[in-house]
C-alpha cells in the first residue's frame, strides 16, 4: 500500500509509441502498452506514491470519427451506436463521447473508441506500480480545452504535431466538429496543405498548434509558412501539457468507467459504521434493562423487609393476646375479655397492627395502625367483623394520623 498526502494530478500525455510530460522537453519510448506501465514507473521511481495522473491517451490503434446519434446519455449511444462500432458493447473496451449538439434535424458528437483493448489493462498495471490514474481523456478532448481565449464565432481549431503522428481538433463557426489523424511518414506535409486550405479560406483564423520540436515546426513551415498567418499561434507540446487545462469529472469524453457510488471500501465503512451503531444501540439496552431490573430488586427487597417487620408485629401481637386470653380464662367470672380477644385474634387481618389493648370495667380501648399498603376501608371491614350486631360487647372505630386508630366498645350488660 502507498501512501501520500493528496495532491492535483499530474497532466501527462501517451501519444504513439511514447511518454510525453509537461515541463520537459524529452519523451519516453516503449515497444508495447505493458513496457509502456514499466518505462512509465521507472520514470517515477523516486517519487513518493501514490503519483495521482491525468492520462492524455492517444495509442495509434484509437480513433475519434464525427457521428450522427440520438440525443442522450452513454447508455443511448452505445445501444444506438454499437452495431456500427462494436467497441461501444465491448466492456474490455475503452471509449467516450464529446457532448451531443444539434446538427441539421438530428444531433452529433465526436466518438472516441480503443480499435484493440488497452487502456484498463494499462491503468490497472500502473496502480499496481504506485501510479493511480484519475482520469484518462482522448487527445482530441484535451486539444478542445487548451484555448486560453476564443474567437467571436466561437471557431476553435487545435492540432498537436509530431514527425509522424499529428491531431487536429476543428469546430469552424459554420459546420460541426471534426477531427483528424494522421500517420506516418508523411504527416507533416499532410498538416500543411491541410492548414494551408483553411489559411485559403481565411488568412486571419485563429489557429492553436503545438509541436513536438523546433525541426517538425521548420518543416511544416515549408507547406505552411507560419510567419505568414497572424492567426497562427505556434508553442511546444511540453507547454500544452503544462497548461492548468479543466476537465470536468462528468464529460462524457472520460474513457475510464466512473467509479460506483458504493465501492467495496465504503460498504466496508458503513457496515463498521453500522455494526458500531448497533452494537451502541444494544449496549445502551442492555444498561437500561440492567439498571430497570436493578431498581425493581431493590424495591422488592424492601417491600420483604417491610413485610418481615409486619410478620414481626403480627407474631408479637398473637403472642400477646394468647396470654392474655390464658390470664382471662383463669380469672373470676365478668365481662367476656377472653371471648373478645378470640374474636380479635381469628378476625385481625395482615394489615393491621395492634399496639395496646385495654379494659376498664366494661369498657374498652383498642390502639393500632394501619400498614402503609392496606386500603383505607380496611379498618371499618375489621370493625363489623369484630363486632357484629350479635357480639356481646360494641365497637367503634377512629381514625388518627399517620394510619394510627383507635377502636373503643362496651361489653353488654
Given at each position: 500500500?502507498f501512501?501520500s498526502?493528496?495532491?492535483?494530478?499530474?497532466?501527462?500525455?501517451?501519444?504513439?509509441?511514447?511518454?510525453?510530460?509537461?515541463?520537459?522537453g524529452a519523451?519516453r519510448?516503449?515497444?508495447?502498452l505493458?513496457?509502456?506501465?514499466?518505462?512509465?514507473?521507472?520514470?517515477?521511481?523516486?517519487?513518493?506514491?501514490?503519483?495521482?495522473?491525468?492520462?492524455?491517451?492517444q495509442?495509434?490503434?484509437?480513433?475519434?470519427?464525427?457521428?450522427a446519434c440520438?440525443h442522450?446519455?452513454?447508455?443511448?449511444?452505445?445501444?444506438?451506436?454499437?452495431?456500427?462500432?462494436?467497441?461501444?458493447?465491448d466492456?474490455?473496451?475503452?471509449?467516450?463521447?464529446?457532448?451531443v449538439?444539434p446538427?441539421?434535424?438530428?444531433?452529433?458528437?465526436?466518438l472516441?473508441?480503443?480499435?484493440q483493448?488497452?487502456?484498463f489493462?494499462?491503468?490497472?498495471?500502473?496502480?499496481?506500480?504506485?501510479?493511480a490514474v484519475?482520469?484518462?481523456?482522448p487527445l482530441?478532448?484535451f486539444?478542445?480545452?487548451?484555448?486560453?481565449?476564443?474567437?467571436?464565432?466561437g471557431?476553435?481549431?487545435v492540432?498537436?504535431?509530431?514527425?509522424e503522428?499529428?491531431?487536429a481538433?476543428?469546430h469552424p463557426a459554420d459546420?460541426?466538429r471534426?477531427?483528424?489523424?494522421w500517420?506516418?511518414?508523411?504527416?507533416?506535409?499532410?498538416?500543411?496543405?491541410w492548414?494551408?486550405?483553411?489559411?485559403?479560406?481565411?488568412?486571419?483564423?485563429?489557429?492553436?498548434?503545438?509541436?513536438?520540436?523546433?525541426?517538425?515546426?521548420?518543416?511544416?513551415?515549408?507547406?505552411?509558412p507560419?510567419?505568414c498567418h497572424?492567426?497562427?499561434?505556434?508553442?511546444?507540446?511540453?507547454?500544452?501539457?503544462a497548461?492548468?487545462?479543466?476537465?470536468?469529472?462528468?464529460?462524457?469524453?472520460?474513457?475510464?468507467?466512473?467509479?460506483?457510488?458504493?465501492?467495496?471500501?465504503?460498504?466496508v465503512?458503513?457496515?463498521?459504521l453500522a455494526?458500531?451503531?448497533?452494537?451502541?444501540?444494544?449496549?445502551?439496552?442492555?444498561?437500561?434493562?440492567s439498571?430497570?431490573?436493578?431498581?425493581?430488586t431493590?424495591?422488592?427487597q424492601?417491600?420483604?423487609?417491610?413485610?418481615?417487620a409486619?410478620?414481626?408485629?403480627?407474631?408479637?401481637?398473637?403472642?400477646?393476646?394468647?396470654?392474655?386470653?390464658?390470664?382471662?380464662?383463669?380469672?373470676?367470672?365478668g365481662p367476656?375479655?377472653?371471648a373478645?380477644?378470640?374474636?380479635?385474634?381469628t378476625?385481625?387481618?395482615?394489615?393491621?397492627?395492634?399496639t395496646?389493648?385495654?379494659?376498664s370495667?366494661?369498657n374498652?380501648?383498642?390502639?393500632?395502625w394501619?400498614a402503609p399498603?392496606?386500603?383505607a376501608?380496611?379498618?371499618?371491614?375489621?370493625r363489623?367483623?369484630?363486632?357484629?350486631?350479635?357480639a356481646?360487647?360494641?365497637?367503634?372505630?377512629?381514625?388518627?394520623h399517620g394510619?394510627?386508630?383507635?377502636?373503643?366498645?362496651?361489653?353488654?350488660?
Open positions: 500500500m501512501i498526502r493528496p495532491s492535483d494530478p499530474r497532466t501527462l500525455l501517451l501519444w504513439g509509441d511514447r511518454w510525453w510530460f509537461a515541463g520537459t519523451s519510448e516503449f515497444t508495447s505493458a513496457h509502456a506501465a514499466e518505462v512509465l514507473a521507472a520514470h517515477y521511481a523516486d517519487e513518493p506514491k501514490p503519483v495521482r495522473l491525468r492520462l492524455i491517451y495509442p495509434d490503434v484509437f480513433e475519434s470519427v464525427a457521428v440520438p442522450g446519455d452513454r447508455a443511448t449511444l452505445a445501444a444506438a451506436l454499437a452495431g456500427e462500432f462494436p467497441a461501444l458493447a466492456p474490455d473496451h475503452a471509449w467516450g463521447h464529446e457532448p449538439l446538427a441539421g434535424n438530428g444531433f452529433s458528437t465526436l472516441h473508441f480503443e480499435g483493448p488497452g487502456l489493462t494499462l491503468a490497472a498495471r500502473l496502480a499496481h506500480l504506485g501510479l484519475d482520469s484518462a481523456w482530441a478532448t486539444l478542445h480545452a487548451l484555448p486560453e481565449e476564443w474567437s467571436e464565432t471557431a476553435v481549431t492540432v498537436a504535431l509530431q514527425a503522428r499529428a491531431v481538433y476543428r459546420a460541426g471534426t477531427v483528424q489523424l500517420h506516418g511518414d508523411t504527416t507533416v506535409a499532410e498538416v500543411g496543405h492548414l494551408a486550405g483553411i489559411f485559403a479560406q481565411n488568412a486571419e483564423e485563429p489557429v492553436l498548434l503545438f509541436c513536438a520540436d523546433d525541426e517538425v515546426a521548420e518543416a511544416l513551415g515549408a507547406y505552411a507560419l510567419d497572424p492567426g497562427l499561434d505556434r508553442l511546444p507540446l511540453v507547454d500544452a501539457l497548461r492548468p487545462v479543466v476537465l470536468p469529472r462528468y464529460h462524457p469524453a472520460q474513457l475510464l468507467p466512473r467509479l460506483p457510488v458504493v465501492t467495496a471500501q465504503r460498504a465503512i458503513a457496515a463498521s455494526f458500531l451503531l448497533f452494537a451502541g444501540w444494544i449496549g445502551a439496552g442492555y444498561a437500561r434493562e439498571m430497570a431490573a436493578r431498581a425493581e431493590d424495591q422488592r424492601a417491600r420483604l423487609a417491610a413485610l418481615r409486619e410478620v414481626g408485629h403480627l407474631r408479637e401481637n398473637a403472642t400477646e393476646i394468647a396470654t392474655l386470653r390464658a390470664a382471662l380464662d383463669s380469672g373470676s367470672a367476656p375479655c377472653g373478645f380477644l378470640a374474636k380479635v385474634s378476625t385481625l387481618p395482615p394489615g393491621i397492627v395492634i395496646s389493648l385495654r379494659t370495667g366494661r374498652l380501648t383498642l390502639d393500632g394501619l399498603t392496606a386500603p376501608t380496611l379498618i371499618e371491614d375489621w363489623s367483623r369484630l363486632a357484629p350486631v350479635d356481646p360487647w360494641t365497637v367503634a372505630a377512629r381514625s388518627g394510619g394510627a386508630f383507635t377502636l373503643t366498645g362496651v361489653f353488654r350488660p
